[in-house]
């Protein structure tokens, strides 16, 4: 398997025993940056706190559906990978409905782990934008990316939570996204697309933020 040692992982497990397997074999596979909680309150500390990439999450804690409702809270590039020991299709069924990326049963197998996490990260890598802020190397996915505004050398992209000034050109940035979701309006600014609400004969709409848009670029939205 290939080494993420840059992806965050958070095991939400009320099961002492079972998170700390998951963690060792996660750390013989060159992961690092991992964090273990074992109840509610935590976990909703370590989503707002730690941001994680990938939550393992353990359905039942303490003998309550509890993973399902946090699933709906997580941060908002987390990837969600339930786990259970429950056949209950009803629950499952019940949990599939927050689009989880997979789903594992107990007894836990460390190939069912790997593969999971492994596909989860090349899946993020296809939608997202890698970038470094500082020390930070940044993941941002496709859908938390509302529009990026050149500056200068420096690019400013704004964010559903923040935002971010890198030191690299809009076009430079421009190449490494998806051209189905990321249209240029204008020499200085690039828009997610689903993210439009409104466009007119010269802008568009990104919740309040009017954006210019060019004749060059308006064949891009019709």
Known sequence: ?????????????????????????????QFSNLKIVHDKNSALHEMA???PDIILMDINLSGF??????????????????????????????ALKTNPDAYLTKPIKKVDVLASISLAIQKKQKQSFQFKDGYDIVNLEYDAIKYIMAEGNYSNIYTTSKKYTI????????KQLSSDIFKQTHRSYVVNKS??????????FVNDVEIPLSRTYIKGFK
């Open 65 to 94: 559906n509890d993973g399902i409702e946090l699933s709906k809270s997580k941060n908002t590039n987390a990837t969600v990978i339930f786990i259970t020991g429950q056949s209950d299709f009803a629950l499952m069924n019940e």
């Open 167 to 174: 030191r690299q050109s809009l076009s430079t940035i421009f």
């Open 195 to 204: 993210k439009v609400l409104r466009i007119t004969a010269s802008s568009v």
């Open 1 to 29: 398997m290939t080494s993420y040692q840059n992806t965050k992982v958070l095991i939400v497990e009320d099961d002492v025993i079972i998170a700390e397997y998951i963690a060792d074999l996660l750390q013989d596979e």
């Open 49 to 51: 706190s730690f941001l």
